[in-house]
């Protein structure tokens, strides 16, 4: 069973940079098979997705925070990680890490069950 | 970027009755890239149908989805009480992106 853990620090300050690490437990990180992707939902709204990686290195981002966000992914440690640089209120969320079957359909199989980030000084 | 409009943006049903949801597309999108979730409170989204109208691992067939094109539907054949959640479509095709959400209330 693949299971998805967010791990992150809950309160950032406005300016700051979000980090966050998915941590993947029962399954490989390293498949040719899946991308790993971040979405977040602010509280009390939709879900808004922020991009994905794939193990080749390739990342994909949402055009309206494609400047600000980097995916990056660690094999060995079997991780991925988002960083948010710049953040404001607006990014106040919960934001989710998912697993992206990319073969013969597309769609988020399994999800971190989320973590809440808070911008506020 | 192709956006999805769902409706109704509230549904209110009693348990037993049929639920029928609907997710519109902006342009085109290919059945293998429209998916359907459910969300309860405090949860993270559930995968119920990928592919436009294959059903998840473990999902009742009571759920059902169908469309292609741009116009997709979502049907819950006989509402249970843990079936009152939000449930959102999403598709893949360019950026992806979810609709806006259709909650599902007791009536």
């Known amino acids: 069973q693949v299971q998805l853990q967010e791990s992150g620090p809950g309160l950032v300050k406005p300016s700051q940079t979000l980090s966050l690490t998915c941590s993947v437990s029962?399954?490989?990180?390293?498949?040719?098979?899946?991308?790993w992707s971040w979405i977040r939902q602010p509280p009390g709204k939709g879900l808004e997705w922020i991009g994905y990686i794939y193990y080749g290195g390739s990342t994909y981002y949402n055009p309206s925070l494609k400047s600000r966000v980097t995916i990056s992914l660690d094999a060995s440690k079997n991780q991925f990680s988002l960083k948010l640089s710049s953040v404001t209120a607006a990014d106040t969320a919960v934001y989710y890490c998912?697993?992206?079957?990319?073969?013969?359909?597309?769609?988020?199989?399994?999800w971190g069950q989320g973590t809440l980030l808070t911008v506020s000084s | 970027e192709i956006v999805l409009t769902q409706s109704p943006g509230t549904l209110s049903l009693s348990p037993g009755e049929r639920a029928t949801l609907s997710c519109r597309a902006s342009?085109?999108?290919?059945?293998?890239?429209l998916a359907w979730y459910q969300q309860k409170p405090g949860q993270a989204p559930r995968l119920l149908i990928y592919g436009a109208s294959s059903r998840a691992t473990g999902i009742p067939d009571r759920f059902s989805g169908s469309g292609s094109g741009t116009d997709f539907t979502l049907t819950i054949s006989r509402l249970e009480p843990e079936d009152f959640a939000v449930y959102y479509c999403q598709q893949f095709g360019g950026s992806p992106h979810f609709g806006q959400g259709t909650k599902l209330e007791i009536k």
């Open positions: 029962g399954g490989s990180i390293s498949s040719d098979d899946y991308y």
């Open positions: 342009q085109s999108v290919s059945s293998s890239y």
């Open positions: 998912a697993r992206v079957v990319v073969h013969p359909a597309y769609y988020f199989d399994y």
